[in-house]
């Protein structure tokens, strides 16, 4: 078990790469197992939930070989089961994605409950199992969620979703798309990633029409073949990043994005008066002022991002005035806030809402992430914080975030990772 260890107080300079969209390769990774031949996935971001899912498809029969670090090859032509590790499938709550590609290619799964973070809200998988009955599957739940299709061939189907579910929109495109007949999606979710995981369906061989908006048309083939496809930027990512900015003040060159995703988060810190400056695939985010406050409501896309609201919460805590949060998404995603309030942030939680009493400063202090956003959360805090903080549980942080250690003392963060065992004075941070 490790920590981190951040010295705060200190704006950030500098230029950061994003990378690859975590919540899109963990879709398109299960996805490869519709491929009937050797596909190419490019970008990948090297986080705990990629390794876990790759070795789920190493343990159904995969073969995977990573050509360089972020580029990897997956050949699902000698799958020789259905059934998913239980020790492996409950570590994410990605997993639920293995159910639909592996019904769409096999007609049968048997997978355990997801896994994953766990943010104080009921995350029910209804919508998926809706739409996988409408296909012709008969599920049955408990530790396990079995799955088998009526004549083990999928069946189009019209799937109205009785919410805006990102994880069964994605889950019943992967189950339709070697369906036999047309499967249309009602309601669905419109995320990039969505968008993302129809485009790599698509160029393997799939026909996928209208992901991006809330009506998707997925034509059944009878095949998908192999190719190479590259993942998109990841949205939170940046946004994180650009969150620390706005906390910590300073400068940073956010390079390898693509700014139309960015829209909804560069609009809120520009409310709370934060530069941000567009330039082809990159944006320029600097704060040297105060910060002003503004109010948050998450949403679907193109609405603020439910993954970037603990983020923006901490940044409202350093914020001139009161700041009302409503999250939009989930029942309860405020569990992190008891941490804040450890480091001095003055926030009210009132079911969905939080209200934000700006501080002019954070204190330093021994916090933990309760869940992978939370926990960049309590960075961005630490970051800005005066004096030293340590955060736990900093493996829900490494599903996440690439590398993220050595990108944030590139801008000139004072962090370090060292066991929970050991003790590092002050002078040696940084």
Known sequence: MTKYIVRGGQPLFGEVHISGAKNAAVAIIPAALLVDGVCRIENIPQISDVTALLKILEQLGASVRFLNRTDVEIDCRHIRTTQVSQELAHRIRASYYLIGALLGRFGAAEVSMPGGCNFGGVRPIDQHVKGFAAMGAEVREGDFICARAANGRMKGANVYLDVVSVGATMNIMMAAALAEGTTTIENAAKEPHIVDLANFLNSMGADIKGAGTDTIRVFGVDRLHGGTYAIIPDQ?????????????????????????????????????????????????????????????????????PTDMQPQITTVLSLAEG?????????????????????????????????????????????????????????????????????????????????????????????????????????????
Not at 387 to 396: A, L, P
Request: glycine residues 10%; hydrophobic residues 45%; contains cysteine.
């Open 236 to 304: 939170i990512e940046a946004g994180t990043y650009m969150a620390a900015v706005a906390a910590t003040g300073g400068q940073v060159l956010v390079r390898g994005i693509i700014p139309k995703h960015m829209d909804c988060i560069t609009a809120k810190l520009q409310e709370m008066g934060v530069e941000v400056e567009e330039q082809d695939d990159t944006l320029l985010v600097r704060r040297a002022g105060k910060l002003m406050r503004t109010n948050v409501k998450t949403l679907p896309y193109p609405g603020f």
């Open 322 to 430: 009161t700041s009302i949060v409503t999250e939009g998404v989930w029942d309860n995603r405020y569990r992190y806030v008891g941490e804040l309030t450890r480091m001095g942030a003055q926030i009210r939680v009132d079911g969905r809402t939080a209200v934000v009493e700006g501080v002019k400063t954070l204190h330093g202090a021994a916090v933990q992430a309760y869940d992978l956003r939370a926990g960049a959360a309590m960075l961005i805090a630490a970051l800005a914080a005066d004096g030293v903080s340590e955060i736990s549980n900093v493996q829900y942080i490494e599903r996440g975030y690439e590398d993220i250690i050595a990108k944030l003392r590139g801008i000139g963060a004072a962090i370090e990772c060292v066991s929970c065992d050991d003790s590092i004075p002050v002078k040696q941070i940084g």
